[in-house]
């Protein structure tokens, strides 16, 4: 089956623990992007990454770093989260760039 | 810079009932417009698109129109169901330096019987 999955689906952490968030997509998707979504402000987007090694930065990149090393993996990591990074994350990836993204099913982050 | 502003909810409606969900757009050049759904509890899925002026989308009963005149995207759906009820996305897709979906706030539809 087609599908982004992403790993841990509900963590609850405390200020300035490292944590990483997992995503890898099955479908051979050069394009991935994470965003993050929170209460009337929509989905902003985090890093994206057009291809393996090649990452960039989006609207709200700050206290994130990303890596993709392989195609099918784009982890985000929080070198220490802060409780404004507690929010739903999601992973998303296209075959290209076209807008036409497969998300995963989130991951809530709840940061103490 | 690009910009989507959605209609703001919760709309409520019974089921059968006619839907709109107003989106209008601020863009440079020509971008595509989506509009996503995020039932409860998952991911968002992608529901129509339309990469034109003029282009109508339409998927499972939804449908919405490029208007470039207007700059709108606006979604319908002639009889809703209880299985419509979700959060719906109206997203514009930039290109060009920044390859990013620009998303509204989102507008939460609940359906009752």
């Known amino acids: 089956e087609a599908q982004v999955t992403q790993n841990p689906r509900y963590l609850i952490t405390v200020t300035g623990k490292k944590l990483t968030v997992t995503c890898s997509q099955n479908m051979n998707h050069e394009y991935m992007s994470w965003y993050r979504q929170d209460p009337g402000l929509g989905l902003r987007q985090i890093y994206y990454?057009?291809?393996?090694?090649?990452?960039d930065k989006g609207d709200v990149p700050e206290g994130y770093k990303v890596s993709r090393k392989e195609k099918r993996n784009f982890p985000l990591i929080l070198e220490s989260p802060s409780p404004n990074q507690t929010s739903l994350y999601f992973c998303?990836?296209?075959?290209?760039?076209?807008?036409?993204?497969?998300f995963g099913e989130g991951s809530r982050l709840t940061v103490l | 810079g690009n910009s989507v502003t959605q209609m703001e909810g919760p709309v409520t409606l019974s089921e059968e009932a006619f839907l709109t969900i107003n989106c209008t757009y601020t863009?440079?050049?020509?971008?595509?417009l989506f509009w996503y759904v995020q039932y409860p509890g998952e991911g968002l899925q992608l529901l129509l698109k339309a990469t034109k002026a003029d282009d109508k989308g339409s998927n499972k009963g939804f449908e919405a129109t490029y208007r470039k005149e207007t700059t709108s995207f606006h979604l319908e759906k002639g009889s809703v169901q209880v299985s419509d009820s979700a959060v719906y996305f109206c997203?514009?897709?930039?290109?060009?330096?920044?390859?990013?979906?620009?998303f509204g706030k989102g507008t939460k539809l609940t359906v009752n019987p």
């Open positions: 998303a990836s296209s075959p290209q760039y076209t807008g036409e993204l497969f």
């Open positions: 997203a514009l897709g930039s290109q060009g330096g920044s390859e990013k979906l620009v």
């Open positions: 990454s057009m291809n393996v090694e090649v990452t």
């Open positions: 863009a440079t050049g020509y971008p595509s």
